[in-house]
């Protein structure tokens, strides 16, 4: 039986993929690294300083301090989550259905815990949660699963008891390779991947999900 949910944040609850790849695209541009949205895509559901260290190799000498240039791109991703950060539809009524589950829940996601406190703030939905974790206090982040192990660890359920939620192939793929279940709700320049397969349970969107697939996953 499942006994805990755990949410990747990015593009799952809050369509902020746009506002990553306009952050980054302004930052990197400050920087002499040209990207667009396609190039942005490349890098969807890892770490802020891991989207650097890409970037980095691809075009070698640009960045000169790493730190300053992270720190930048997160600030315009805040900002622009304060300006215009939407739910993903769906948000609020499978955070009131996973409630009255009675399971253990958390957000586990690449981003900064500085800016999952925001989205949640600005959301109003904090008192779903018993967990915040950010893989910035993790050696790797997605698609490694040290984020989802850490996290149903600090929740005290075993990750075969855990059912994860993500949007991204790096996210799918962590949260698999930590040995749980997951539903995708794909990205819409991955969803006619064959690689999703290996999820669980593949939905258009949050909204879609309903008892009888909760029924199905506890089997």
Not at 131 to 142: L, R
Request: charged letters at 30%; aromatic letters at 10%.
């Amino acid at each position: 039986m499942i006994e805990a949910v755990i949410f990747d944040m990015d593009g799952l609850l809050i369509d902020s993929e746009p506002l990553w790849q306009e952050a980054e695209i302004f930052s990197f541009q400050r920087v002499g690294i040209e990207l667009d949205n396609k190039m942005c895509l490349e890098t969807m559901g890892l770490r802020v300083d891991q989207v650097v260290d890409y970037w980095n190799y691809k075009f070698p000498g640009k960045v000169k301090d790493k730190d300053s240039l992270v720190k930048d791109i997160m600030g315009g991703v805040i900002s622009l989550v304060i300006e215009k950060g939407k739910p993903r539809e769906g948000v609020n009524e499978i955070l009131e259905f996973m409630k009255g589950q009675n399971v253990k829940m958390a957000i586990a996601s690449s981003s900064q815990l500085i800016l999952i406190k925001t989205v949640v703030k600005k959301f109003g939905i904090d008192k779903y949660f018993d967990e915040f974790y950010s893989a910035e206090m993790e050696e790797y982040g997605k698609p490694h699963p040290g984020v989802y192990i850490t996290t149903a660890k600090v929740l005290d359920v075993v990750p075969e008891r855990c059912l994860a939620l993500e949007d991204s192939f790096n996210g799918l793929l962590s949260a698999k390779a930590a040995r749980m279940k997951c539903i995708c709700v794909p990205d819409e320049s991955i969803k006619q991947s064959p690689k999703l397969v290996i999820a669980d349970l593949v939905l258009n969107s949050l909204a879609d999900f309903n008892e009888e697939y909760w029924n199905n996953l506890n089997k």
